[in-house]
């Protein structure tokens, strides 16, 4: 019998799972406050490439970034799902380098 060890099979799961707009979608809609929600044109939602992102963050565990119509005009959305095995008090840091990657 072979047996296969999969490297990050929760990174795996989640970049499969919501590489698909329509669950990010579903995702948007129960979990985001319903005014930005009101806001969002769901049908303009499209994945980017992960060039926003830095080579250090790409082996992080969830980095994804979609791009979509806000009110007429063209804006980002930008999920971070990061799993932490530990406490950090430089999560916040680690947060504002993330988010200055993709102004940058």
């Keep these: 019998?072979?047996?296969?060890?999969?490297?990050?099979?929760?990174?795996k799961f989640f970049k499969e799972t919501f590489s698909h707009v329509e669950v990010v979608q579903d995702f948007i809609i129960h979990y985001v406050p319903q005014a930005i929600v009101n806001l969002i044109d769901l049908n303009s939602i499209e994945p980017l490439k992960?060039?926003?992102?830095?080579?250090d963050l790409q082996e992080k565990?969830?980095?994804l970034l979609f791009q979509c119509t806000f009110s007429e005009e063209k804006g980002y959305l930008y999920f971070l799902f990061e799993h932490k095995s530990y406490m950090s008090n430089n999560t916040p840091f680690q947060l504002l380098k993330y988010m200055v990657e993709i102004w940058g």
């Design 50 to 55: 992960d060039s926003f992102i830095n080579s």
């Design 61 to 63: 565990f969830s980095d």
């Design 1 to 11: 019998m072979f047996s296969i060890k999969i490297s990050k099979p929760h990174d």
